[in-house]
């Protein structure tokens, strides 16, 4: 006779970063962006806004600009295409950086 042996799994809910750890959503920082947009008091809205600003934690820390393209401006005068064109040109200008420090990393492994 053989015996099974069942094993019960345990699934944990939430929020976690990319090494496992628990993240409380009250401590993931409200960037002024978000007060103005209508996505805020969205629940649908409410998981994809979070995980937005949980990837963006360690920048905002450095004081880099939050980037969010799913902003909705709240108020009809706030211009919604300057605010994307800002985000567009800083990302850009974050990418040319990055593509850069690359560059000289390759350059100095090939020495």
Request: charged content about 35%.
């Amino acid at each position: 006779m053989t015996s099974k042996r069942w094993r019960l799994l345990t699934i944990k809910t939430g929020y976690f970063s990319d090494d496992g750890k628990e993240i409380d959503p009250l401590t993931v920082p409200m960037p002024t962006l978000c007060n103005s947009c209508l996505n805020k008091n969205d629940a649908k809205e409410e998981a994809p806004c979070l995980l937005n600003r949980m990837d963006q934690m360690e920048e905002m820390k450095n004081g880099e600009m939050f980037l969010c393209f799913s902003y909705e401006p709240n108020d009809p005068s706030i211009n919604k295409k300057k605010v994307y064109h800002d985000m567009e040109k800083y990302w850009a200008e974050q990418n040319r950086k990055y593509l850069a420090q690359q560059k000289k990393k390759k350059a100095k492994k090939k020495k």
